[in-house]
């Protein structure tokens, strides 16, 4: 049975930092492309981050670029993102994505909010 849950999120205020944490199981995912989304009330779905699986490549949406760091643990099977200068617009339910093969996996989302 394929899981990815999420952990890490909350409440924080603008300028702070979190780091979200995606423990995976089920399939390999030491092979597996992993990313992460975000879906903000009102709002489409985006891709925040993705990483291959050896974690050579990383890619960022441009609007948390120099913020966020997407990075992997493939020993412990855990996806992670570092989030930092936080702002009020990175308010969304963050979900971990797998690409394993043919599949797709989701995670159930992880809510952080941002305000003052």
């Known amino acids: 049975q394929v899981q990815l849950v999420e952990s890490g999120g909350g409440s924080v205020q603008p300028g702070g930092s979190l780091r979200l944490s995606c423990a995976a199981s089920?399939?390999?995912?030491?092979?597996?492309?992993m990313k992460w989304y975000r879906q903000a009330p009102g709002k489409e779905r985006e891709l925040v981050a993705s990483?291959?699986?050896?974690?050579?490549?990383?890619n960022y949406a441009d609007s948390v670029k120099g913020r966020f760091n997407i990075s992997r643990d493939n020993g412990k099977s855990t996806l992670y993102l570092q989030m930092n200068s936080l702002k009020p617009e990175d308010t969304a339910v963050y979900f971990c994505?797998?690409?394993?093969?043919?599949?797709?996996?989701w995670g159930q989302g992880t809510q952080v909010t941002v305000s003052s």
């Open positions: 089920g399939f390999t995912f030491s092979l597996a492309t």
């Open positions: 994505n797998a690409n394993y093969i043919t599949r797709v996996y």
């Open positions: 990483i291959t699986f050896a974690g050579r490549s990383t």
